[in-house]
């Protein structure tokens, strides 16, 4: 898997699961109605986390973070497809 397409996956899941967790709190008949700010926060942080489990191996960001070596011409890829992970998935339906 490419950078590029890893960032993409990960920016994907990231936005999914923390989008759908906000709404299931803040929509009307839902399981999750009123269930509060805690709720939010947790699934965001597991959120994070799926969404670097995906893409850690190959994500700049997290090589960086580690102190492993890094090509700098890849950073560039990985941004644009996080990026474009993001402004698919926000895009209205």
Not at 20 to 26: D, E, Q, S, T, Y
Not at 34 to 62: F, N, Q, T
Not at 64 to 85: I, K
Request: net charge neutral; charged share 15%; glycine share 12%.
């Amino acid at each position: 898997m490419t950078p590029f397409i890893a960032e993409i996956i990960g920016t994907a899941i990231l936005i999914l699961l923390g989008n759908g967790v906000v709404a299931n709190v803040l929509l009307d008949d839902t399981k999750g109605h009123d269930s509060g700010l805690i709720v939010i926060s947790m699934a965001w942080g597991l959120a994070v986390y799926c969404g670097v489990i995906v893409a850690g191996p190959i994500s700049w960001r997290i090589r960086l973070g580690r102190c492993t070596p890094l090509h700098y011409r890849s950073v560039h890829g990985s941004s644009a497809g996080e990026y474009l992970g993001l402004v698919e998935l926000q895009r209205p339906l």
